[in-house]
């Protein structure tokens, strides 16, 4: 099954996949570090933004959002969540705005969907083309050097009769600049299981690459993978939310 069938045939269920996320936590905290290192203005965008659940807090926060994805069947049921909002069918390595923005996020690792280093560089200019001065840029990373392969993420949830089991794992085979998101999707009713497997390409950077990347165009500072605080990241973590400010050259 190919990377995008996965989340298509299943785009009915991804917030189910996702309800463990604590949605409002994340989005308020990225508001609180903008109104403290960006320039405090209210222009907003989500890149890869699913199926719009941090786009919904950002607008009840008050900042004019939109979003962006390549999936369209997730823009579908961020249209219904976000009626406000303005999406857009585009892929986030190479986007194009109208206006210029004051704040782009990219949540849940997804700014790693970028199919290799070349990619990553285009997502990362095409950020700072759309920000105004001392706009913002959020997104969280994971380090290539610093994911454990026998690591899995799993948890279970009923839905419409059905109970569905979900498991994640990162898997980085030790060199090069590709790792692997597998994902395991189970769905059970009336004693009948069905089953998803998919391994999502990911490009794989540790935080000194990605730091590299991000500063020409960008200061950059890194923090805790903790939505409930704001501390510098410890050096030692495998999980960390880079914020960076764009810099005018």
């Known amino acids: 099954m190919s990377v995008n069938a996965l ?20 989005s308020h905290s990225i508001a609180r570090l903008h109104q403290f290192l960006g320039n ?8 890869a933004c699913g199926t719009g659940p ?9 900042f004019q959002s939109s979003g962006l994805d390549i999936n369209q069947p997730m823009l579908d049921i961020a ?36 199919p290799g280093i070349k ?19 959020c997104f969280n990373s994971v380090d290539r050097h610093k994911i454990d392969n026998n690591a899995r993420v799993r948890h279970s949830a009923e839905f419409d009769g059905s109970e569905f089991v979900f498991e994640s794992a990162w898997y980085y085979q030790g060199e090069g600049d590709m790792q692997a998101l597998n994902l395991r999707i189970s769905k ?15 490009v794989a950077t540790s935080f000194a690459d990605m730091t590299a990347l991000l500063s020409p165009y960008f200061d950059v500072q890194i923090f805790e993978h903790d ?14 939310l880079f914020v960076c400010v764009k810099r005018d050259n």
Not at 131 to 137: E, I, K, Q
Request: proline residues 2%; charged residues 15%.
């Open 7 to 26: 989340y298509t045939d299943l785009s009915g269920y991804y917030d189910l996949m996702c309800c463990d996320i604590n949605y409002q936590q994340q």
């Open 188 to 202: 059970t009713q009336d004693d009948i299981t069905q089953q998803w497997q998919d391994a999502h390409a990911m």
């Open 79 to 114: 249209m219904q969540r976000c009626p406000e909002a303005q999406f857009s069918l585009q892929n986030m390595t190479d986007f194009h705005v109208d206006s210029s923005l004051d704040l782009i996020t990219c949540f849940l690792y997804s700014i790693h969907y970028s």
């Open 227 to 240: 939505y409930n605080r704001i501390v510098p990241w410890d050096g030692a973590s495998g999980n960390a």
């Open 40 to 47: 405090s203005g209210k222009h907003h965008l989500d890149l």
């Open 119 to 137: 990619a990553l560089k285009a997502c990362i200019a095409s950020v700072h083309r759309a920000l105004n001065a001392g706009g913002l840029f």
């Open 54 to 62: 941090h786009i919904r807090h950002f607008i009840d926060f008050g």
